[in-house]
C-alpha cells in the first residue's frame, strides 16, 4: 500500500493509528532496530543453514578412526556414548588378552571385536554423511591420519603375538625343566628298578618336545638334555659298579628300538662298549660266587657277552679269564678249607656249561670238571677231618656214585663208609681209614640175617667196606632180648640170609643199617669188636620189639676193646 512502509526481515514493528488520526511524526532511526512494542512481538525465522557437501574423504576419515578400535571417529563427530562403547570394548579385550597366553585369544573373542571394529567403522562412516568433523585439516589429511591410525590395532597384533609366542616359549622351557627334575628324581630313587617309570615318562616328555614342537627353543635344546639323560642312567657303569649298571644299560641299549636311531644320533650305539664291559667285568667278579644277582639269569653275564657281542675285545678275554680263575681255586684246593673253593669250581663249571656253542667254553668244559672232581673229593676228606661226619658221608658217597672211573673213586667209597659209622660212633672217625689193607693172615666172619628187613653192615679198622643182607622171609621180631639170644639164627626150618667177611687182625667199628624203606622205627645199631688171629666169627642180626635197647638188633658180644692210643689223621697226598 502507499505510503505505508515494508517491514524489513526479522525487524519489529507497531501497526498504524486510524486514519482519523493525524500521522504521528516519523520514528527516529534507531541503531538497534524498531522499538519494541508492549502489546505485540514475534521473531521471524532463521534461514536454513548451507546443507554440508558430500565428501567421500570425510566418510572415510570416520570409518578408519573407529577402525582403529579407539573409537575417534565417533569422537570426532562428538557421539560420546557410542566412543565410550568402543572404548570398553577394546579394553575388554585388552582384559581378555593380557597377559598373553601360549594359546592365544579363544578365537570368539577375536571375531567378536572385529565385528565390533567393522560395525563401528560402517556406522561412523554414515554418521559422517552428512555432518562436519571437528578438525582444522581437510578430510583428505584426516583419511591419511586415519589410516596411519590403523596401525594401533595392527601393532599391537604383531605385539601380542610376539608376547604369545614368547609365552609358548616359556611354556615349553617349564616343561623342559619340569621334565629335567624328574630325571634327577628318578637317579636319587636308590636304583635303576625303582626309577624306570620315571625315566621313561621324562624320555617320553623329550621326545614329544622334540617331535611336537621341532622350532621351540625347548627342543633344540632336548639333544643336551639327552646326553644328561645317558649319563644319569649309566651312572653305575660310571662308579665302576659293573653288575649294577647291567640293567640301566641295557635299557639303553635297547631305546633305539623305540626312540629310533636318528631322535638319538650318537647316543644309539654308545651303551655297546660300556655294555660289553660291564658284562666282563660282573661275569669274572662273579665266577664261581653263589650270589644270586640278576647277571646269573641265562647263562650269567659271561654268556650274555658272548651271545650279544662274539666279536667285541672283551668277549676274546673271556676264555683266558676263566681258565685263569680254575687254576685259581684249584690251587686252593690244596689248602686248609677246600670246600669253598670246590663251591666255586661247581659254579664256574656251571657256567662254562651255559656258554653258547662254538665260544671259549668248548675248551673249558673238560677242565672245570676235572677241577670239580678234585674239589669234591678234596671237601669230603676235609669235612672228615673235621669232624663233619654226616656231611663227609655224603659228599664223598655221591662222590664215588657220580665219578665212578676216578681214580679216588674207591678211596672215596672207604672215607664216606667210615664216617657214615662215625656219625654214629665218633670213634671211628678218630683217623681217616687206612688206603690199603695190611698183609697177615685173615679170620672168617659168618654174618646171618634173622631180621625181617634187609640189612647192611659196615665197618672200619684195618680195613674198611660193608656187605647186604637181604631181608629174611618168614623171620619176625622177637619178643625180648632174652629169647632173641637164645633163638636168633638157630631154627634149622629157616633159610637165612648169610654172607662172609674175611677180615684182618685189629680193632674194627661196626654199623648195622636197616636198608629196607619199610623198617619203620627199626633203628641202627654201631657197635665196636676185636679180630683176633686164628678164630672164626659168627654175627647174627635180628629185630627186638620190646627190650632195653627197643628196636635195637643184637650184635654178639666181642671180647672188650682194649685202650686204642690215638693216631694221628692221615692227611691226603694228593687231591
Known amino acids: 500500500m502507499a505510503g505505508s512502509e515494508e517491514p524489513s526481515g526479522g525487524s519489529e514493528f507497531t501497526p498504524p493509528e486510524p486514519p482519523s488520526s493525524p500521522p504521528p511524526p516519523p520514528f527516529p532511526p534507531l541503531p538497534d532496530g524498531p522499538p519494541a512494542s508492549e502489546w505485540l512481538t514475534y521473531t521471524l525465522p532463521e534461514e536454513p543453514e548451507d546443507p554440508v557437501p558430500a565428501d567421500p574423504w570425510r566418510v572415510a576419515a570416520a570409518g578408519l578412526f573407529n577402525l ?28 581378555a588378552a593380557l597377559p598373553a597366553d601360549p594359546d592365544g585369544l579363544p578365537g570368539g573373542v577375536v571375531w567378536a571385536y572385529g565385528l565390533v571394529l567393522v560395525l563401528a ?57 619340569e621334565t629335567d627334575r624328574l630325571v634327577t628324581t628318578a637317579s636319587q630313587r636308590g636304583g635303576f628298578a625303582e626309577g624306570k617309570d620315571d625315566y621313561q615318562r621324562a624320555l617320553k616328555a623329550y621326545r614329544a618336545l622334540g617331535d611336537d614342537h621341532p622350532g621351540s627353543r625347548a627342543a633344540q635344546r632336548v639333544p643336551d638334555r639327552l646326553d644328561r639323560f645317558y649319563d644319569t642312567v649309566a651312572a653305575p657303569y660310571r662308579e665302576k659298579e659293573y653288575c649294577e649298571a647291567l640293567e640301566p644299560l641295557r635299557y639303553l641299549w635297547k631305546l633305539p628300538d623305540t626312540m629310533g636311531g636318528k631322535r638319538l644320533g650318537p647316543l644309539a650305539d654308545w651303551p655297546k662298549e ?8 660282573c661275569g669274572i667278579t662273579n665266577l664261581g660266587s653263589n650270589a644270586v644277582t640278576e647277571a646269573d639269569a641265562n647263562g650269567g653275564a659271561l654268556a650274555d657277552l658272548l651271545r650279544t657281542f662274539p666279536d667285541s675285545a672283551q668277549a676274546a678275554k673271556v676264555g683266558p679269564a676263566v681258565s685263569a680263575e680254575i687254576a685259581k681255586r684249584s690251587k686252593a684246593l690244596k689248602g686248609n678249607d677246600p670246600c669253598p673253593a670246590g663251591e666255586q669250581l661247581q659254579t664256574i663249571s656251571q657256567t662254562i656249561v651255559d656258554l653258547p656253542a662254538g665260544s671259549p667254553g668248548d675248551g673249558l668244559r673238560t677242565k672245570a670238571a676235572g677241577a670239580v672232581e678234585s674239589g669234591a673229593y678234596a671237601c669230603g676228606v676235609d669235612e672228615f677231618e673235621d669232624d663233619k661226619f654226616g656231611a663227609a658221608a655224603v659228599t664223598l658217597g655221591d662222590f664215588a656214585d657220580k665219578y665212578k672211573d676216578n681214580k679216588n673213586a674207591k678211596r672215596a667209597r672207604q672215607i664216606a663208609i667210615a664216617a657214615e659209622i662215625a656219625e654214629e660212633r665218633p670213634e671211628a672217625g678218630r683217623k681217616l681209614p687206612p688206603s690199603r689193607s695190611p698183609g697177615g693172615s685173615r679170620m672168617p666172619m659168618e654174618i646171618s640175617n634173622d631180621a625181617p628187613t634187609a640189612v647192611e653192615f659196615l665197618y672200619t679198622g684195618p680195613v674198611t667196606g660193608s656187605i647186604y643182607l637181604p631181608a629174611c622171609a618168614g623171620c619176625t621180631k622177637y619178643s625180648s632180648e632174652s629169647n632173641a639170644e637164645t633163638a636168633a639164627c638157630k631154627n634149622s626150618g629157616i633159610d637165612y640170609p648169610t654172607n662172609w667177611l674175611n677180615l684182618p687182625a685189629g680193632n674194627y667199628h661196626t654199623l648195622v643199617k636197616y636198608a629196607d624203606e619199610d623198617a619203620g622205627e627199626v633203628t641202627n645199631k654201631a657197635d665196636g669188636m676185636r679180630i683176633d688171629p686164628g678164630y672164626t666169627y659168627t654175627n647174627c642180626t635180628y629185630v627186638v620189639s620190646e627190650s632195653s635197647y627197643p628196636g635195637y638188633p643184637d650184635i654178639p658180644t666181642f671180647p672188650e676193646l682194649p685202650e686204642i692210643e690215638p693216631i694221628e689223621p692221615i692227611k691226603p697226598t694228593g687231591t
Do not use: K, N
Open 274 to 281: 660300556p655294555l660289553a664291559t660291564s658284562l666282563y667285568e
Open 68 to 95: 582403529s578400535g579407539l573409537g575417534l571417529g565417533y569422537v570426532l563427530l562428538q557421539r560420546w556414548p557410542q566412543a565410550a562403547l568402543c572404548w570398553i570394548a577394546s579394553g575388554m579385550l585388552l582384559v
Open 121 to 177: 567403522a560402517v556406522h561412523g562412516a554414515w554418521l559422517a554423511r552428512g555432518a562436519r568433523l571437528t578438525l582444522p585439516w581437510r578430510s583428505t589429511v584426516a583419511a591419511g591420519l586415519g589410516l596411519v591410525l590403523l596401525a594401533v590395532p595392527a601393532g599391537g597384533a604383531v605385539g601380542y603375538e610376539a608376547a604369545r609366542e614368547e609365552a609358548y616359549q616359556q611354556m615349553l622351557l617349564d616343561r623342559l625343566a
